[in-house]
Structure formats: C-alpha cells, structure tokens
C-alpha cells in the first residue's frame, strides 16, 4: 500500500515540475510580447496538480501516523474497546435507560392486556391456531416499529449495497425472532397456568411431607396427573432458538463499526489536510508573486485567476457537519445492535434453564405416579417439589422483563437502521 503510494506521488510531483518549469518560461517572455493563450489554462493546471499533490502528501502522512487509531485495539487510555467498537458499550446502562423508556411502559402494558384476546376456558390451549394467530398479528402490528410495510418501502426505494443488504437480513430476522418472543410470552402465561394448581396445592399442605394424611395425598396424586397430561410450557428448546439473529447482529455491528471508522477516518483526513493547505496557498501565492514580477497586467490579471483552483480543495464546513453527525447515529446503531445481541444471550439461558426445570418437575411427578396412589412417592415428590417454587416464579417473570426489553431494544435498533436507510437513499438521489 505504501509503496504504491509513493509511486503516485512520484508521478504527481514529475506533472507538477514538468509544468512548473513551462509556466515560468512563458511567465518569464519580454514585456513587449504578450501571453500566450495557453498561459490561463497552464497557471489552473499548475495549481491544480500542486493542490493534488500536498492532499496526497497529508493523506500518506495521515496513514502512516496513525494506522493504531484505526484498529479495534486497546485505546489510548488502555480502556479496551468492546467488540471493535470505537467507545465502549455499558449494556447494563442501555438496560437501564431502555426500563425508564415510554416504549417499554407501552410494550409491558401490551402484554398484560393480551390475555384478553384469547377466553378463560382454553387458557391451557395456547397452541390453538387461531387464537395464536390472533394474537401474534395484534403484537406484531402495535410493537413492532418500524412497521414491516414501511421496512419494505424503504428497502424497495434505495440502491443495493452492502448495507442495505445486511439491514435487509436484519430486519427479516428480527421480526422471526420477534414471533419467538410472543411464543415465549404466551408459553409464560402456560406456565403460570400449568403451575398454579401445583403451587396452590404447595401452599395448603403441612410443611412436613412425611405427617401428610390419606386424603391430601389424594388430592397431590391428582393435581399431579393434571400437570403431567399438559403439555411443555414452552414451544422450543435448545440454546440456538436465536442463533441466526445473534450471528446477523454481530455481522451487521461489524459493518457498522467500519463505517463509523471510514466516516470519522475521513473528517480526521480533512482536518489533516485543511491544517496543511496553508502550504499548498503559499505555493501558489509564490507563483503568483513571481509572475506578477516579469508579465504584464493582463498578465497578472490571468494568473490571480488561478485562485480559484484552491477552493475547491478546502472541504466545506457542511461535509464535515455531515460526517461526525453520520458517524454518531452509525455508532449508536451499533451500540443498541451490539446490546441486543447480548440481551439474546442472555435470554436463551434464561430459557433454557425454565425448560430444564418444567422437565425435571415432569419427570419428577412421573416418577411419584408409577406407583398409582401409594403416599410414599407422593410424600417424596412433595418434599423435593418445595425446593424451588419461588425460584422458578422469579425466573418466569425475569423472562417477561426481558421479553419487554426486547420490544423496546429492537425498536431501537430498527429505527436508526431505518433512519441510515432513508439517508442513504438521501445521498444516492443527491449524488
């Protein structure tokens, strides 16, 4: 990269001396001769290529100074930087602010309502089709933000890119992910459902297994048929149910971290350049001032004109503007993608440790039913049933909360991805 480089630069600066060296032959002709006609057009040439070649020369020297402010290393500081972002991630206080939002308070208020939509008597039929369909289409439509329709428009309106492409990814895998979230909360009200009689049961039997009577071993062989006919409280297992979304948010946070660095990389190189332009003016104030010495007004007139070569290289104020403002929403969009797919970590342990623990209940109570109504097993069952109830109940609404953040992360990560998309169609009709 170096080496080619330089070989440009070998080749600017020949162009440059080449004509330098044919415009002070023409600046230097007797008085009484006039100009040529080609002198107006030599003077732009020469400042333009002088121009080009310090640009050059400040963006080589920009590359070779700071090439480890670029990488995804350890920061100056040595505070290491998350994942190749360019400022580190507090996932704990996204976590915070995204509970002390409007959109969570919307969302929670959401799925308690949604019980609503589907009648008492087939609380323990959540897997009915209807009464699924119903209900993921009610969330789907007043959670996720923004809608699918508009996602679409926007994507159908701007040119294909890398971006585009992997926002495209994003988006389909979001909404897939957001259906296994809405299983997930209707597999909470299950739960609650499938565990009430058990815990209910729980609550009126002596603490002491061993002094139960005939009869309240009855009434535990009963609620433990009930429990063992219903079905598993959650419609997936594994810890991969979200490993698609995890894998596009991850790349997607990649890409997006690169073009936070290609954008602050470049105001960083105008700032580089804008500093070192005051040598390119100089150079062609020197010129001037040399020819103004040995041509005519009109003479002097025709060089003056070469200022204008100049302007055309200080980057306007705008650009820059433009730039960081880009570069802190691409940065922010990272962020919340990266804090998502943290969240969905988090999630598929959650769950996956709530389906070990339905299925060790079942398998426990199984085990308590083989021998029909003997109290011995019911006694045992009930005395390792009273181990962990309020663990579980505690999980189950730790999964709801995180349920919620979901709603409002993704909303997030979904509307500055939007934004950028919008924008980027912005610049391609601009351009």
């Known amino acids: 990269m170096l080496e080619c480089d330089i070989a440009q630069l070998s080749i600017v600066a020949e162009h440059a001396r080449l004509h330098h060296r044919q415009l002070l032959s023409l600046v230097f002709l007797p008085d009484s001769q006039p100009p040529p006609a080609s002198l107006a057009r030599l003077v732009r040439y020469f400042c333009c290529s002088s121009c080009f070649f310090y640009s050059i020369v400040c963006w080589v020297f920009v590359e070779m100074l700071e090439p480890a402010s670029l990488s995804a290393g350890p920061s100056s500081d040595g505070t290491p930087r998350s994942s190749g972002l360019l400022s580190p991630i507090d996932v704990h206080h996204e976590y915070a602010h995204a509970l002390q939002s409007d959109s969570y308070k919307k969302i929670w208020t959401l ?59 994003y988006f389909d895998e979001s909404e897939r992910a957001t259906e296994l979230f809405i299983a997930l909360q209707l597999g909470v009200r299950k739960a609650r459902a499938i565990y009430a009689p058990l815990f209910d049961l729980l609550s009126v039997l002596p603490f002491d297994a061993e002094s139960l009577s005939e009869a309240q071993c009855r009434r535990a062989y009963e609620v433990f048929v009930q429990f063992d006919h219903c079905s598993s409280s959650f419609p997936f297992t594994g810890s991969d149910t979200f490993k698609p979304m995890r894998d596009c948010s991850l790349e997607l946070k990649n890409h997006l971290t690169s073009r936070v660095r290609k954008s602050r990389s470049r105001v960083r190189l105008v700032h580089r350049a804008t500093s070192k332009s005051g040598l390119c003016v100089i150079g062609t104030a020197a010129v001037v001032a040399v020819s103004a010495a040995a041509v005519t007004a009109h003479s002097l007139v025709v060089a003056a004109a070469a200022a204008p070569c100049i302007i055309p290289f200080l980057p306007p104020r705008k650009f820059v503007e433009r730039e960081l403002s880009r570069a802190d929403q691409l940065n922010e969009a990272a962020r919340v993608v990266y804090a ?82 919008c924008s980027h169609r912005d610049r391609t009709d601009d351009s």
């Open 340 to 421: 998502l797919s943290e969240h969905l970590e988090t999630v598929d342990s959650l769950v996956e440790r709530l389906q070990t623990t339905v299925e060790g209940d079942r398998r426990l109570i199984q085990i308590g039913l083989e021998r029909g109504g003997d109290p011995g097993p019911i006694r045992e069952v009930v005395k390792h049933l009273r181990r962990s109830p309020s663990a579980f109940s505690q999980q189950l609404e730790h999964l709801v909360v995180d349920t919620c953040l979901w709603f409002t992360t993704v909303n997030r990560a979904r509307e500055l991805l939007f934004e950028e998309i």
């Open 111 to 169: 799925f308690e309502d949604v019980g609503s939509i589907i009648p008492d008597d087939q609380e323990l039929q959540f897997n009915r089709q209807e009464s699924w369909e119903r209900t993921r289409e009610r969330i789907m439509a007043e959670a996720l933000y923004p809608d699918c329709g508009r996602v679409r428009e926007a994507l159908g309106r701007v040119k294909r890119c890398r971006l585009t492409d992997l926002a495209s990814s």
